[in-house]
């Protein structure tokens, strides 16, 4: 499987988009702030980019599990789960309401191995962001996807990993109203995230999934919340382990020097993302 696969490497496409207020206002609200003005050149908080540049197959595209149909850009992995297993970012300039926006995505990598699960793939695409027909890209991004096979009974999961409270922290209740704003915003139609009965019955999780990149959000927003000032040129995060919205969850952050710490831990105290923002303080235009 993985050398065929290994074709797609090097694939790519060129998308368009502008950067309209609507969404900006939405994802806002969504993350519980004060209303607020959204006018032409207001510079997008880091991550905002993903309210654009959404996927949008034809509903006769769309597979078992709410996304498209394997292959076309993305390769066609053979395994029926598919997570968002990380994220690294440069932001090198800001990306405004306004902006005319092109992303090139590229397949950068495909790699296979066998996990305590079963056989795992691992997907990673580069996208590059570019403004008003700049040449140099505004946003440089490392999207990992993962795809793993079925669940299945007697499956070994890895330990948990024990968190720590930080120095920021935030509670977030995921209760189905903000799961349905957040992939309404992201036009994101995986049935692990609204679909009690599929994630259930079929994937063998036991609630509805919080989504990676809203926990990933949700980091960024305490650093937004707690150091204002604070401009981000870099950022990274890694998925450890699912969360679900039958409880509440805390995200929690520690600034250190020009790297702010943050995670995010369910319940239970276990580490459920890693994550780290890098600060310049010459970036000039972000939030």
């Known amino acids: 499987m993985s050398a065929n696969l290994n074709e797609w490497i090097g694939r790519s496409e060129t998308l368009k988009d502008d950067i309209t207020a609507a969404p900006v206002r939405g994802l806002n609200a969504t993350l519980d702030h004060p209303a607020l003005p959204v006018e032409a050149g207001m510079p997008l908080p880091p991550l905002w980019h993903w309210l654009y540049f959404l996927p949008q197959h034809r509903q006769s595209e769309i597979g078992p599990d709410g996304h498209a149909r394997r292959g076309g850009f993305l390769?066609?992995?053979p395994l029926p789960r598919r997570m968002w297993a990380g994220s690294q970012f440069e932001f090198r300039a800001p990306v405004r309401v306004g902006d005319a926006v092109e992303r090139t995505s590229t397949i950068a990598d495909v790699t296979s191995k066998e996990g305590r699960t079963g056989q795992l793939v691992f997907v990673k695409v580069r996208h590059e962001l570019r403004c008003n027909g700049a040449a140099d890209p505004a946003i440089v991004e490392f999207h990992d996807i993962v795809y793993r096979d079925a669940k299945k009974a007697g499956d070994v999961e890895p330990p948990p990993t024990p968190a720590a409270a930080g120095e920021w922290q935030r509670t977030i209740v995921p209760d189905?109203?903000?799961?349905?704003?957040?992939?309404a915003l992201t036009f994101n139609g995986h049935r692990i995230h609204?679909?009690?009965?599929?994630?259930t019955e079929v994937e063998g999780?036991?609630?509805?999934?919080?989504?990676?990149?809203?926990?990933?959000?949700?980091?960024?927003d305490l650093v937004r919340r707690h150091a204002p000032e604070a401009q981000v040129a870099g950022f990274r995060f890694k998925a450890v382990r699912p969360t679900f919205d039958l409880h509440p969850f805390k995200v929690h952050g520690r600034r250190?020097?020009?790297?702010?710490?943050?995670?995010?831990?369910?319940?239970?105290?276990?580490?459920?993302?890693?994550?780290?923002a890098t600060l310049n303080p010459t970036l000039k235009g972000q939030a």
């Open 194 to 199: 609204y679909d009690r009965r599929y994630v």
């Open 256 to 276: 250190e020097g020009t790297e702010v710490r943050l995670w995010a831990h369910d319940h239970e105290g276990w580490l459920t993302m890693d994550a780290t």
């Open 205 to 220: 999780y036991p609630g509805l999934v919080v989504h990676g990149p809203l926990i990933a959000t949700l980091l960024m």
């Open 75 to 77: 390769p066609p992995v």
């Open 176 to 183: 189905d109203v903000l799961l349905f704003r957040y992939s």
